[in-house]
């Protein structure tokens, strides 16, 4: 008698019970009285009035959903408005929108790399990028964060034609920035592309929250490729790749991500679109974001990042939920990131500034870290300060 196919599920539980790594869904309601540093929204455009309509407008134009693939019917005029302003604003000559950054990401490295070609991928990558890189069929060398050195190495030594460096700009865990301009040099020198997830930099971080390849002059070049979400500092939802025309037109005719999926929704698209034009026409939001997670980050004793991300490493994972939890009983949410999300022994709070928190709510995070963090802070909690 064989047993029930899913017996082994209770054992793997337990597992991760035991090691402080169970993961909870915790529901919130509308308009709790809650001070949200967890979020992702960066810039605070969710729940901006002008971005709500800009959603309403496309929905009541368009209805409920794209109703197919891009390239069946799921294409609207909206999403071709997307993609040209948000290329312009970006500084690349073409964009291409999927229904999420993690589909961007996806699409994108399975589309440029498979058998006989190699991946160079960042260390501490995006989970998106190493799945993409799983699913890609390239030969894929992982090298330590930011080592651009190694990253050299394994481009000189490859025996394959093709080759991509692949990295996010800033780290979606520590905020810290990648070093793009001595990537794209070896890149280049190697006859490979440059892949960046902007992600995190979008909105956030170079001129006007144009992203860190711009801040380096390598928006628009002719090797380099970037994927956006639409789901961080615009507050909506859906991703995009941005690049050479060439590149958007090899995704329409082969990324699966793109053509098997159902188009991003209209109201999505028109959420995008709005968000993207109150961020052009208030580059001040970028400047404010890096304010308030510089208060942040003094307020929890660690350096300011160059992003809106301020990491707080306590090293034992259930050290690390607890103080979570301490915080949000206090009001205050903020995420707690463990295993898998991070190295083992690395578990830690991550807050995540916005660019519309009030003195009197930075008066909050003062006072709630300042009750929570010497308790958590014991002899063995490391605290390793964001890098960049
Ligand atoms: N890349 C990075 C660096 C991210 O942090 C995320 C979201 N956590 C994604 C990609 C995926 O984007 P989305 O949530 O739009 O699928």
Same mark, same amino acid.
């Given at each position: 008698?064989?047993?029930?196919?899913? %017996?082994?599920?209770?054992?793997?539980?337990?597992?991760?019970?035991? +090691?402080? *790594?169970?993961?909870? *869904?915790? /529901?919130? @309601?509308?308009?709790?009285?809650?001070?949200?540093? +967890?979020? %992702?929204?960066?810039?605070?455009? &969710?729940?901006? /009035?002008?971005?709500?309509?800009? =959603? #309403?407008?496309? #929905?009541?134009?368009?209805?409920?959903?794209?109703?197919?693939?891009?390239?069946?019917? =799921?294409?609207?005029? #909206?999403?071709?408005?997307?993609?040209?302003?948000? &290329?312009a604003f970006c500084g690349y000559p073409g964009g291409l929108v999927f229904s999420s950054g993690y589909l961007a990401n996806l699409g994108v490295v399975t589309a440029l790399s498979g058998p006989g070609s190699l991946i160079v991928s960042d260390g501490a990558n995006h989970a998106? *990028?190493?799945?993409?890189?799983?699913?890609?069929?390239?030969?894929?060398?992982?090298? +330590?964060? %930011?080592?651009?050195?190694?990253?050299?190495?394994? $481009?000189?030594?490859?025996?394959?034609?093709?080759?991509?460096?692949l990295t996010d700009s800033v780290g979606s865990v520590d905020g810290d920035h990648a070093a793009l301009a001595a990537l794209h040099q070896v890149a280049r020198a190697r006859g490979a592309l440059l892949v960046v997830d902007e992600a995190h930099g979008l909105?956030?971080?170079? /001129?006007? =929250?144009? !992203?860190?390849?711009?801040?380096?002059? $390598?928006?628009?070049?002719?090797?380099?490729? &970037?994927?956006?979400t639409l789901s961080k500092a615009l507050g909506g939802q =859906? !991703?995009?790749? #941005?690049?050479?025309?060439?590149?958007?037109?090899?995704?329409?005719?082969? &990324?699966?991500?793109?053509?098997?999926?159902?188009? $991003? +929704? /209209?109201? @999505?698209?028109?959420t995008a679109l709005a968000a993207l034009r109150v961020l052009a026409a208030e580059p001040e939001r970028a400047d404010a974001v890096l304010a308030a997670a510089a208060a942040i980050a003094e307020a929890a004793g660690v350096p300011a990042p160059a992003s809106a991300v301020v990491s707080v490493v306590l090293g034992d994972p259930e050290v690390a939920y607890a103080a979570a939890g301490d915080c949000l009983a206090r009001g205050l949410r903020v995420g707690c990131f463990r295993p898998p999300s991070v190295p083992e022994g690395t578990s830690r709070?991550? *807050?995540?500034?916005?660019?519309?928190?009030?003195?009197?709510?930075?008066?909050?995070?003062?006072?709630? $870290?300042?009750?929570?963090?010497?308790?958590?802070?014991?002899?063995?909690?490391?605290?390793?300060?964001?890098?960049?």
């Open positions: 008698m064989r047993e029930h196919p899913l %017996n082994w599920l209770s054992g793997h539980a337990r597992q991760r019970r035991a +090691a402080g *790594l169970r993961r909870e *869904l915790r /529901p919130r @309601s509308a308009g709790e009285p809650v001070l949200d540093l +967890a979020g %992702n929204d960066y810039l605070g455009l &969710a729940t901006d /009035p002008r971005v709500i309509e800009g =959603g #309403l407008a496309a #929905l009541r134009e368009w209805g409920a959903g794209s109703t197919g693939s891009r390239l069946v019917t =799921g294409s609207t005029t #909206l999403h071709a408005e997307l993609e040209t302003e948000l &290329a998106s *990028l190493i799945d993409a890189c799983r699913l890609s069929r390239a030969r894929v060398q992982v090298v +330590a964060h %930011n080592d651009v050195l190694s990253v050299d190495e394994a $481009l000189a030594a490859r025996t394959e034609r093709r080759a991509m460096v909105g956030v971080c170079g /001129p006007g =929250g144009r !992203g860190l390849l711009a801040e380096a002059g $390598l928006a628009g070049a002719d090797d380099v490729v &970037a994927t956006v =859906g !991703g995009a790749v #941005l690049g050479p025309t060439a590149v958007i037109e090899h995704l329409v005719d082969t &990324a699966r991500g793109f053509i098997f999926d159902t188009g $991003l +929704a /209209p109201a @999505s698209v028109g709070l991550r *807050l995540t500034a916005r660019a519309t928190l009030t003195p009197e709510e930075l008066d909050r995070v003062r006072a709630v $870290l300042a009750e929570v963090l010497p308790g958590v802070r014991g002899p063995g909690a490391s605290i390793v300060a964001p890098v960049g």
